[in-house]
C-alpha cells in the first residue's frame, strides 16, 4: 500500500475524530437523538446523524489528496452522495420504503454509467443488471446490520481491510483512496459508536456506507475469473448478507413486512440467546474476518481452491443461519394451519420446517466437495488434464451411488440436536457405501482406466467428517454460546453430588436455562476417589463426603443438588444435617416413572 493512501486513511481518522463529537453535540443540543420503540433495539436516547460525520471525514482526503475530474474515486463519491442525501432525509423525515428502493436503484444506476460494474468473463449482458442488483442489495443489507451499538461500523471496517487488500493488488490509485478514506472516517466513528454507543450513524451513515462497500466491492477481485468476480464480493460482504437473508427469510415466512423493523437480527438472536451485546458483536466480527479471509483465498487461489474454499465457508455461515433462525423463531397465531399462504412462502415454508431438502442440497455441496479435494490430495491443485476430466465426468456418478447409500444407510432418519452414536455409525456405513458402490459403477463404466484406487477411500473419510461435523453443528454452535455467556448477576451457586451421567445432563441443563433464576453450577462432589480433581464439563470433582465442609468454604454454594440414586443412607444423613445446620437447600434429580394406565 502506497504511502498516499496510508495518509488518506489517517486524515480521514483524524476528521472523523474531530467530526463525530461535534456532530453528537450538536444532535444532542438540537434534539436530534432516536427515541426507544418497541420493534427497535436501543433503550435510550442516541445522539442520530452520526453518518453526516462520517461523510464529511470521508470527503477530506479526497479533497485534500486526489484531483477534482472524472475519475473512479470522484464518480463514486458522487453517486455515494446520492445515497447519502436520501438517508439523511430518511432520517429527518422517515420516507417510505419504495421511495428510498427508487432512490438506491437511481443511486446504483449512476455508479453503473460512471464504470463501477461487475465484470464477468463471458457474462457481459447480464454485468448492467447484476451490478445495480447487487449495489441495492448490499446498501440494504448494511443498512439492516445497522441494528447493535458497533455492528455495522465494525463489519464495515473489517470487510474493508480484505477489500482493501485485493485492491492493493491492483494499483488502482483512486479506489484506494477512496477505501482508505472509509476505512478511516469508519474507525474513528467506531470509537464513539461501540458499545455503549453515544452516537448512532442512522440511514445518512448505513446507506452511504454500504453502497461504497457494494461498489468497492466490484472492483475487489484481482483475477478476473467468473468464480472470483461473483465469490469475491459475496465473501467479504457475507454477515450482512447473512443477517439479511435470515430476517427477510424468517419474516416473509411468519406474515411480516421485510421492511418493517424488528429484533429478530443475528446479533438479537445471539443475544436472546444469553450473550452479552458485546460478545454477540465481537462474534459476527469474527465471521466477517472469517469471510474476509475466504475472499482472499479465492480471490488468490486457483479455480479447484477456490471452489472448495468457497463451499467450506457457505456450508458454515448457512449452519450458523438456520442454527440462529430455530432458536428464536415465532409465528401468529394460527399461521401453521392457515392456508392462504402465497406458493414462495409455502416453499420457504417446508424448506425451514422440513428440513430435509436443506439436509440433502448441504449433503449435495459435500459430497462434490469431498470428491473433488480427494483428488487435490492425490494428485494436487495443478492436476494433469486427464485427471481433471476423469473428476468432472465420474462426479455425478458418485454423487448418485452416495446418495443411494446415504438413504439406505438411513443418514435421513435422524434429528440434528440428537445425533449420537447410532447416527454416528450411520454415516460412516453410508459414507463407506458410497465409496465402493462408486468404485464398483466405475468400474463397469469406465473399466477404472485412469482412475486412482486411493481417491475412493479418502473420499469416503473425507465425506464421513463433513457429514458428521455438520450434524453435530447445532451441538457445538449451543456449547460455545453456552460458554460465551457471562456470569449472571446473583446467580445461584450449586454443587452436584454424584460425578455420573446424570450430574453432566444436569450441569448441561443447568447451564443452558437463561431464565429469571440463573443457577451457576460450582464442582462435583463424589466419593470414588479416582475421580478427584478430574473435570466434567469444565466443572472439577472437589472431593467427597468427607471433604463437604470444605468444599463449602471454597465455593460457598447455596444450594446442593443429588444426581445420584447410588449415595449410601449414611452419607445422605451427613449431607442433611450439614444443610440444615446452614439453612441449604437439598434437592434431588431423578427419572421418574409414572403409570397413567
Given at each position: 500500500?502506497?504511502?498516499?493512501g496510508?495518509?488518506?486513511?489517517?486524515?480521514?481518522?483524524?476528521?472523523?475524530?474531530?467530526?463525530?463529537?461535534?456532530?453528537?453535540?450538536v444532535a444532542?443540543?438540537?434534539?436530534?437523538?432516536?427515541?426507544p420503540?418497541?420493534?427497535?433495539?436501543?433503550?435510550?436516547?442516541?445522539a442520530?446523524?452520526?453518518?453526516?460525520?462520517?461523510?464529511l471525514a470521508f470527503?477530506?482526503?479526497?479533497?485534500?489528496?486526489?484531483?477534482?475530474g472524472?475519475n473512479?474515486?470522484w464518480?463514486?463519491?458522487?453517486a455515494?452522495?446520492?445515497l447519502?442525501?436520501?438517508?439523511?432525509?430518511?432520517d429527518?423525515?422517515?420516507?417510505?420504503?419504495?421511495s428510498?428502493?427508487?432512490?438506491?436503484?437511481?443511486g446504483?444506476?449512476?455508479?453503473v454509467?460512471?464504470?463501477?460494474?461487475?465484470?464477468?468473463?463471458?457474462?457481459?449482458?447480464?454485468?448492467?443488471?447484476?451490478s445495480?442488483f447487487?449495489?441495492?442489495?448490499?446498501?440494504?443489507?448494511?443498512?439492516?446490520?445497522?441494528?447493535?451499538?458497533?455492528?455495522?461500523?465494525?463489519?464495515?471496517?473489517?470487510?474493508?481491510a480484505?477489500m482493501?487488500?485485493?485492491?492493493?493488488?491492483?494499483?488502482?490509485?483512486?479506489?484506494?483512496?477512496?477505501?482508505?478514506?472509509l476505512?478511516?472516517?469508519?474507525?474513528?466513528?467506531?470509537?464513539?459508536?461501540?458499545?455503549p454507543?453515544?452516537?448512532?450513524?442512522?440511514?445518512?451513515?448505513?446507506?452511504?456506507?454500504?453502497?461504497?462497500?457494494?461498489?468497492?466491492?466490484?472492483?475487489?477481485?484481482?483475477?478476473?475469473?467468473?468464480?472470483?468476480?461473483?465469490?469475491?464480493?459475496?465473501?467479504?460482504l457475507?454477515?450482512?448478507?447473512?443477517?439479511?437473508?435470515?430476517v427477510?427469510?424468517t419474516?416473509?415466512?411468519?406474515?411480516?413486512?421485510?421492511?418493517?423493523g424488528?429484533?429478530?437480527?443475528?446479533?438479537?438472536?445471539?443475544?436472546?440467546?444469553?450473550?452479552?451485546?458485546?460478545?454477540?458483536?465481537?462474534?459476527?466480527y469474527?465471521?466477517?474476518?472469517?469471510?474476509?479471509?475466504?475472499?482472499?483465498?479465492v480471490?488468490?487461489?486457483?479455480r479447484?481452491s477456490?471452489?472448495?474454499?468457497?463451499?467450506?465457508?457457505?456450508?458454515?455461515?448457512?449452519?450458523?443461519?438456520?442454527?440462529?433462525?430455530?432458536m428464536?423463531?415465532?409465528?401468529?397465531?394460527?399461521?401453521?394451519?392457515?392456508?392462504?399462504?402465497?406458493?414462495?412462502?409455502?416453499?420457504?415454508?417446508?424448506?425451514?420446517?422440513?428440513r430435509?431438502?436443506?439436509?440433502v442440497?448441504?449433503?449435495?455441496i459435500?459430497m462434490?466437495?469431498?470428491?473433488?479435494?480427494?483428488y487435490?490430495?492425490?494428485?494436487?491443485?495443478?492436476?494433469?488434464?486427464?485427471?481433471?476430466?476423469?473428476?468432472?465426468s465420474?462426479?455425478?456418478?458418485?454423487?448418485?451411488?452416495?446418495?443411494l447409500?446415504?438413504?439406505?444407510?438411513?443418514?435421513?432418519?435422524?434429528?440434528?440436536?440428537f445425533?449420537?452414536?447410532?447416527?454416528?455409525?450411520?454415516?460412516?456405513?453410508?459414507?463407506?457405501?458410497?465409496?465402493v458402490?462408486?468404485?464398483?459403477?466405475?468400474?463397469?463404466?469406465?473399466?477404472?482406466?485412469?482412475?486412482?484406487?486411493?481417491v475412493?477411500?479418502?473420499?469416503?473419510?473425507?465425506?464421513?467428517i463433513?457429514?458428521?461435523?455438520?450434524?453435530?453443528?447445532?451441538?457445538?454452535?449451543?456449547?460455545?454460546?453456552?460458554?460465551?455467556?457471562?456470569?449472571?448477576?446473583?446467580?445461584?451457586?450449586?454443587?452436584?453430588?454424584?460425578?455420573?451421567d446424570?450430574?453432566?445432563?444436569?450441569?448441561?441443563?443447568?447451564?443452558?436455562?437463561?431464565?429469571a433464576?440463573?443457577?451457576?453450577?460450582?464442582?462435583?462432589?463424589?466419593?470414588n476417589?479416582?475421580?478427584?480433581?478430574?473435570?466434567?464439563?469444565?466443572l472439577?470433582?472437589?472431593?467427597?463426603?468427607?471433604?463437604?465442609?470444605?468444599?463449602?468454604?471454597?465455593?460457598?454454594?447455596?444450594?446442593?443438588?443429588?444426581?445420584?440414586?447410588k449415595?449410601?443412607?449414611?452419607?445422605?444423613?451427613l449431607?442433611?444435617q450439614?444443610?440444615?445446620?446452614?439453612?441449604?437447600?437439598?434437592?434431588?434429580?431423578?427419572?421418574?416413572s409414572?403409570?397413567?394406565?
Amino acid at each position: 500500500m502506497s504511502s498516499e493512501g496510508l495518509r488518506a486513511g489517517l486524515l480521514a481518522f483524524l476528521a472523523s475524530l474531530a467530526f463525530v463529537p461535534l456532530m453528537r453535540f450538536v444532535a444532542q443540543r438540537r434534539g436530534w437523538v432516536c427515541v426507544p420503540k418497541a420493534d427497535r433495539w436501543s433503550k435510550r436516547p442516541v445522539a442520530l446523524f452520526g453518518g453526516v460525520a462520517i461523510f464529511l471525514a470521508f470527503l477530506v482526503p479526497l479533497f485534500a489528496l486526489v484531483p477534482l475530474g472524472l475519475n473512479s474515486a470522484w464518480t463514486l463519491a458522487a453517486a455515494g452522495c446520492l445515497l447519502f442525501l436520501l438517508g439523511v432525509v430518511d432520517d429527518a423525515l422517515v420516507i417510505k420504503p419504495s421511495s428510498k428502493l427508487i432512490g438506491q436503484i437511481i443511486g446504483a444506476s449512476a455508479a453503473v454509467m460512471m464504470g463501477h460494474q461487475l465484470q464477468i468473463p463471458g457474462l457481459e449482458l447480464v454485468s448492467i443488471p447484476l451490478s445495480i442488483f447487487w449495489i441495492v442489495a448490499i446498501t440494504n443489507a448494511y443498512n439492516l446490520i445497522d441494528n447493535m451499538d458497533g455492528l455495522a461500523a465494525g463489519v464495515g471496517v473489517i470487510s474493508l481491510a480484505f477489500m482493501l487488500a485485493a485492491l492493493s493488488s491492483q494499483a488502482n490509485r483512486p479506489l484506494m483512496f477512496v477505501g482508505m478514506s472509509l476505512f478511516g472516517s469508519l474507525l474513528g466513528f467506531l470509537i464513539f459508536n461501540f458499545n455503549p454507543a453515544s452516537i448512532f450513524m442512522g440511514d445518512a451513515g448505513s446507506m452511504f456506507v454500504g453502497f461504497t462497500l457494494a461498489v468497492l466491492s466490484l472492483h475487489s477481485d484481482s483475477k478476473k475469473s467468473a468464480l472470483a468476480a461473483v465469490a469475491v464480493p459475496c465473501l467479504a460482504l457475507l454477515v450482512p448478507l447473512l443477517d439479511m437473508t435470515l430476517v427477510s427469510a424468517t419474516r416473509i415466512l411468519t406474515g411480516r413486512s421485510v421492511a418493517q423493523g424488528g429484533r429478530d437480527h443475528s446479533s438479537h438472536r445471539l443475544v436472546s440467546l444469553g450473550l452479552s451485546e458485546r460478545k454477540a458483536v465481537l462474534i459476527l466480527y469474527a465471521l466477517a474476518g472469517l469471510a474476509g479471509g475466504a475472499a482472499v483465498i479465492v480471490n488468490q487461489a486457483g479455480r479447484l481452491s477456490g471452489v472448495l474454499a468457497m463451499a467450506v465457508i457457505v456450508v458454515a455461515f448457512g449452519l450458523f443461519g438456520v442454527f440462529l433462525s430455530q432458536m428464536t423463531f415465532s409465528t401468529p397465531t394460527g399461521y401453521f394451519e392457515a392456508e392462504h399462504k402465497s406458493w414462495p412462502t409455502q416453499i420457504l415454508f417446508q424448506l425451514t420446517f422440513k428440513r430435509r431438502i436443506l439436509e440433502v442440497v448441504l449433503d449435495l455441496i459435500l459430497m462434490m466437495s469431498a470428491y473433488c479435494l480427494a483428488y487435490v490430495l492425490r494428485f494436487g491443485f495443478h492436476m494433469q488434464t486427464v485427471y481433471a476430466e476423469i473428476l468432472m465426468s465420474s462426479l455425478p456418478l458418485v454423487v448418485s451411488a452416495t446418495f443411494l447409500c446415504f438413504f439406505i444407510a438411513g443418514v435421513y432418519r435422524g434429528i440434528w440436536r440428537f445425533t449420537g452414536p447410532r447416527e454416528v455409525v450411520s454415516f460412516f456405513a453410508g459414507s463407506a457405501a458410497g465409496a465402493v458402490l462408486s468404485v464398483f459403477l466405475v468400474t463397469i463404466l469406465f473399466r477404472f482406466e485412469n482412475f486412482s484406487r486411493a481417491v475412493f477411500p479418502i473420499y469416503a473419510m473425507l465425506l464421513f467428517i463433513g457429514v458428521s461435523m455438520t450434524r453435530f453443528s447445532f451441538r457445538i454452535i449451543s456449547g460455545l454460546i453456552v460458554s460465551l455467556r457471562p456470569e449472571e448477576e446473583g446467580a445461584l451457586k450449586v454443587l452436584i453430588y454424584g460425578a455420573g451421567d446424570f450430574g453432566e445432563i444436569l450441569v448441561s441443563e443447568f447451564r443452558r436455562e437463561n431464565g429469571a433464576s440463573p443457577v451457576k453450577p460450582v464442582g462435583f462432589l463424589d466419593d470414588n476417589k479416582r475421580k478427584l480433581n478430574n473435570k466434567i464439563h469444565g466443572l472439577p470433582v472437589l472431593g467427597g463426603i468427607e471433604e463437604l465442609e470444605a468444599v463449602h468454604r471454597k465455593t460457598g454454594f447455596q444450594q446442593l443438588v443429588v444426581s445420584s440414586n447410588k449415595i449410601s443412607r449414611e452419607n445422605m444423613d451427613l449431607v442433611r444435617q450439614f444443610c440444615r445446620a446452614r439453612a441449604i437447600p437439598v434437592k434431588r434429580y431423578s427419572l421418574v416413572s409414572e403409570e397413567i394406565l
